[in-house]
């Protein structure tokens, strides 16, 4: 399981994570929610290892990432986690094929030779066919996120991060994903955390929804209990209301007004 206690994150002048807290049992799928910026991928970064959090504990099946100091243990622990990047983060020099398969050498035992069809394979289940020799500058934005997703379950990891995985894909690709991420979780028993703003893969892929808001979980249940929520500010988040107790601070990008001056 993975387990997150008070973790703490500022970037210089900006407080992220404030103390989130959150459990994610093994064999569950927990949806994260929150408006844009409250710190969803800096949370998934700090779970994998690539940001370490100013204070707090992340524990995944006993081991407390934010202790580890040495190289190769970071390394393994990473080992365990598939990570789908929110920017899908291909490498642009590499052919498809070798983005998908590019951890299987580190990741596991199976030889080269197998690289390319296990590479093709996972593509078809993301619904792509025929682009294993295409560069990722000949994708389109939603092509990148699909090849980047077959990457991340390339190995067949226990753990899979996912950060926004239907995001810029088409309603019906978008369900086959949420089909795909629910077949990985019946299939392997993955554990995963997917950060989404899709209220409907969160309702369809996960056990439990967790909202993150000003830097803390505000609430974690079950996706009927979150659709069914009395608390204004998951109601607000989860209707998609511009009214209510969330207020967007678009504000701070308007010029400011001078007393008696010209505009
Ligand atoms: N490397 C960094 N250095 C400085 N500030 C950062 C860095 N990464 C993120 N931030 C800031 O931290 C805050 C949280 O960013 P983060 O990317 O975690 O948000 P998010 O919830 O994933 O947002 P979105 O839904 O838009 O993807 C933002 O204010 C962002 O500007
Ligand atoms: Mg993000």
Same mark, same amino acid.
């Given at each position: 399981m993975i387990e997150a206690r008070g973790v703490q994150k500022s970037y210089p002048g900006r407080p992220v994570l404030r103390g989130v807290d959150l459990?994610?049992?093994?064999?569950?799928?927990?949806?994260?929610?929150?408006?844009?910026?409250?710190?969803?991928?800096?949370?998934?970064?700090?779970?994998?290892?690539?940001?370490?959090?100013?204070?707090?504990s992340i524990t995944v099946d006993g081991t407390d990432i934010t202790r580890l100091t040495r190289e190769a243990d970071v390394a393994a622990y990473r080992r365990r986690f598939g990570y789908l990047f929110q920017e899908a983060a291909?490498?642009?020099?590499?052919?498809?094929?070798?983005?998908?398969?590019?951890?299987?050498?580190?990741?596991?035992?199976?030889?080269?030779? +197998?690289?390319?069809?296990?590479?093709?394979?996972?593509?078809?289940?993301?619904?792509?066919?025929?682009?294993?020799?295409? +560069?990722p500058s000949e994708l389109s934005g939603g092509m990148k996120k699909?090849?980047?997703?077959? +990457?991340?379950?390339?190995?067949?990891?226990?753990?899979?991060?996912?950060?926004?995985?239907?995001?810029?894909?088409d309603?019906?690709?978008?369900?086959?994903?949420?089909?795909?991420?629910?077949?990985?979780?019946?299939?392997?028993?993955?554990?995963?955390?997917?950060?989404t703003h899709d209220m409907k893969s969160a309702y369809k892929v996960a056990s439990r929804?967790?909202?993150?808001?000003?830097?803390?979980?505000?609430?974690?249940?079950?996706?009927?209990?979150?659709?069914a929520t009395k608390d204004p500010y998951v109601r607000q988040f989860v209707d998609g209301l511009s009214q209510g107790p969330i207020k967007m601070k678009l504000k701070e990008f308007e010029p400011e007004t001078v007393e008696g001056g010209a505009r």
């Open positions: 459990a994610v049992q093994e064999g569950e799928t927990m949806a994260v929610i929150g408006g844009s910026g409250c710190g969803k991928s800096t949370f998934l970064k700090c779970v994998i290892g690539l940001v370490r959090p100013d204070s707090g291909l490498f642009d020099s590499l052919s498809v094929w070798e983005n998908v398969s590019f951890g299987l050498r580190y990741l596991t035992s199976l030889p080269p030779s +197998r690289f390319r069809a296990i590479a093709k394979d996972k593509l078809a289940l993301v619904g792509l066919k025929d682009v294993e020799d295409l +560069r699909r090849v980047a997703l077959a +990457r991340a379950i390339a190995a067949e990891p226990s753990y899979i991060l996912y950060d926004e995985p239907t995001t810029g894909l309603p019906i690709m978008s369900d086959v994903i949420n089909d795909l991420i629910l077949d990985l979780q019946k299939a392997l028993n993955t554990t995963a955390i997917v950060v929804i967790a909202m993150i808001h000003e830097g803390r979980v505000l609430a974690a249940d079950r996706p009927e209990a979150i659709k």
